[in-house]
């Protein structure tokens, strides 16, 4: 009797959640826990994609053969982007933009590509979701009128590829990877495999051809880029668009870059005629900080590779409810309740009955540990109800037992300090006995949190 032949289109299945892959269907996710979010993973139709130059073999070769030209990153034009992906977009890289909705990312992508154009580069705008004249809509807004950057709507990748090889530009955006399909799979447009397959491709293109590929993707409603993780680990520089709301200020963030250096960010302000870049952040973000107000301090912290002086603000008031209340904008929460934690103990202030709030005014987020004892000093000042100087800036990481610890690149937090016209800096012992000196400001070196209050003329009268 012959056997019956029985095709079976599905290769596995895959979490929708955080991409990992199984042989068979489980209603519960085995690695993350999720329910419900194993979906089927087609089998690829191989062969099909177009163009000789994503067909020729690869040889090795001996890596004192390789030459490789220093200067040969391809600036944007755009200061604050170049900054961020560590000097220039590197040929044959594949970067990744993600941010919500409306933040801007089409708008930089196009900004970015008609500057570089200007060298007498060729560039290709892909739009998977905007029409021809939507996009000449919002490039007459912004002011691109420039020959070399070419704009087409396509989500076919198979095309996509035809006309890069016919093309051969030198910067490719693509906006957004959602909305790119291939027939190496059978999955929608924005499926975890689509996205994996198409990503894979276009990665695959850049380093044969040596074309800088510039994807756009959308985030989830937790913050992260939507699709699997390994589009993150795929990319050779992931950078996040954050910000809008309320604030008109945009934050571009590296948090991965082969070629540069992470948290590196650059600063931009959403104008009628486009992203403009921020220049001087640090003289924008303390420009509106109010005088002799208790609960704001000023903070020189480290973004990548740039110093940036921003606002601590914080507000103590005795709460209404059995539970008080924590509440961040800019900073760890958990970093926030350690703190306090800190001063209790420590300096045996009880904020057990408080609502206690801490922003970082102009919607910057902060992660290094440097902010620990500004945040300290801002909550006892508003507690106390005592300004903290004006003219002082501070900065050092907080211990468990009430110690300040030193932080990384003092020298160019207390310059940055002095540019802006502060007159004294409070930082750790540690990095005061490393310090050059210094001119036109006076330095203050402490080693606890009893020193840092001593050393404040406004706690101690």
């Known amino acids: 009797m012959k056997k019956k032949s029985s095709k079976n289109n599905v290769r596995g299945f895959v979490c929708q959640e955080c991409g990992h892959e199984s042989l068979k269907w489980f209603g519960k996710c085995p690695e ?199 589009l993150e680990h795929l990319v050779d520089a992931a950078l996040y668009f954050e910000g809008g709301g309320a604030h008109g200020f945009r934050i571009l963030r590296a948090v991965k870059n082969r070629f540069g250096a992470t948290n590196e960010i650059g600063v931009f302000e959403m104008t009628d005629s486009g992203l403009n870049e921020v220049l001087n952040p640090s003289a924008i973000f303390v420009s509106e900080r109010p005088k002799n107000i208790s609960g704001s301090v000023v903070v020189p912290s480290i973004e990548g590779t740039r110093p940036i002086l921003v606002e601590i603000q914080s507000l103590v008031t005795p ?58 000093m801002a909550l006892l000042s508003c507690y106390l109800d005592k300004p903290f100087p004006e003219d002082t800036v501070l900065f050092g990481e907080v211990g468990l037992v009430g110690e300040v610890r030193g932080v990384d690149r003092a020298d160019i937090r207390v310059s940055e300090a002095a540019k802006l016209g502060f007159e004294r800096v409070l930082l750790p012992s540690a990095n005061f006995h490393s310090l050059p000196p210094q001119s036109g400001i006076h330095i203050t070196g402490v080693s606890n949190l009893e020193e840092a209050i001593r050393s404040c003329d406004t706690f101690t009268n």
């Open 319 to 376: 709460t209404s409810f059995p539970q008080p209340r924590r509440m961040t904008m800019g900073i760890d929460g958990n970093r926030l309740a350690l703190l306090i934690a800190i001063m209790e103990k420590k300096l045996g202030i009880s904020l057990a009955g408080n609502d206690i709030f801490i922003n970082v005014a102009g919607g910057v987020k902060i992660v290094e540990p440097a902010i620990d004892l500004p945040v300290v």
């Open 32 to 230: 993350c826990g999720g329910w419900g979010c194993m979906t089927e993973i087609p089998r690829p139709n191989r062969g099909i994609i177009p163009g000789s130059f994503l067909e020729q073999p690869s040889e090795p070769v001996s890596i004192c053969d390789i030459s490789v030209k220093r200067d040969s990153r391809i600036s944007t034009g755009i200061s604050e982007f170049d900054r961020v992906l560590g000097g220039g977009i590197v040929p044959g890289s594949l970067v990744l933009l993600a941010g919500d909705p409306g933040i801007g990312k089409s708008t930089l992508l196009l900004q970015a590509l008609a500057e570089a154009s200007k060298t007498g580069l060729t560039t290709l705008y892909v739009s998977g979701e905007e029409s021809l004249q939507q996009v000449k809509l919002r490039a007459d807004r912004i002011g691109i009128q420039e020959r070399n950057l070419k704009v087409v709507t396509e989500t076919n990748l198979e095309e996509i590829l035809k006309m890069i090889e016919k093309l051969a530009p030198s910067v490719l955006a693509v906006d957004s990877i959602q909305t790119i399909r291939t027939a190496m799979t059978a999955s929608p447009p924005g499926s975890l495999s689509q996205i994996r397959e198409s990503a894979n491709i276009l990665l695959s293109m850049a380093k044969i051809t040596g074309i800088a590929v510039i994807l756009a993707g959308h985030v989830t409603k937790e913050g992260v880029i939507a699709g699997p993780r390994v």
